[in-house]
């Protein structure tokens, strides 16, 4: 599977949009890009998901690059409750949902 | 609601004594789950996949005669860390895929202290 590269923290004000950045530039053509969260002491949820075009859901937004080489997660309206570590992470078909996390990126939403 | 849960959400055990964790789908049948542990500050680190009758494939560096696991029916897997130790405290996790493999669910955790 393809490795993903994320910023190690970043902040975003109550309200507003956080955008979270992911890097895959070794993505193959079959593997999607997942994106997962996990907050204190839990089991990581599963935000979205995608492969070329961009998706959206009650939850949040994925911006995929035409080339495919990055993504964007988008919480449209940051709360504190959002604040977690968030994992991007590149899954093909044939891996039957065996997801490698990295380090993601810690998302602290501030009042 | 939770669609994958897992039991206990806490556990404490003397040292050299065995535990079992249950990670059960809750509404579909899963063919294959994953068994994770996380220490403090630290990501997921995958252990295991667990196919329902077969043997479980661990990751290297796992022992299998440590944590056996066991997937007995398309809805239950079970992790035992045998004869445990201080060090294998730790956060144990599971996910499962079933029919709709494009979305992965994950248990809420199961949280090992060894004293």
């Known amino acids: 599977d393809a490795k993903t590269t994320q910023p190690t923290s970043m902040d975003c004000a109550e309200g507003r949009a956080a955008n979270l950045p992911c890097n895959h530039s070794t993505i193959s053509g079959n593997e999607y890009v997942y994106w997962y969260r996990q907050i204190h002491s839990q089991g990581p949820q599963y935000i979205i998901h995608?492969?070329?075009n961009n998706e959206t859901n009650e939850m949040a937004s994925l911006i995929i690059t035409e080339d495919r080489k990055s993504s964007t997660l988008i919480l449209p309206h940051a709360t504190l409750r959002d604040t977690a570590v968030y994992y991007c992470i590149a899954l093909s078909n044939n891996q039957g949902g065996k997801l490698i996390f990295g380090q993601g990126t810690e998302l602290s939403v501030k009042p | 609601g939770a669609v994958v849960s897992q039991h206990p959400s806490r556990v404490i055990c003397k040292s050299g004594t065995s535990v079992k964790i249950e990670c059960r789908s809750l509404?579909?049948?899963?063919?294959?789950m994953f068994w994770y542990r996380q220490f403090p500050k630290q990501s997921l680190m995958l252990m295991a996949t667990?196919?329902?009758?077969?043997?479980?494939?661990?990751e290297q560096g796992v022992e299998k005669d440590k944590f056996l696991i066991n997937h007995a029916s398309l809805t239950l897997s079970t992790l035992t860390v045998t004869s445990a130790h201080p060090e294998d405290s730790s956060f144990y996790i599971c996910s499962a895929s079933g029919g709709h493999w494009n979305t992965i669910y994950f248990g809420e955790g199961s949280w090992l202290t060894v004293v």
């Open positions: 995608g492969l070329k």
């Open positions: 509404d579909f049948q899963a063919t294959t």
């Open positions: 667990s196919n329902e009758g077969s043997k479980a494939t661990y």
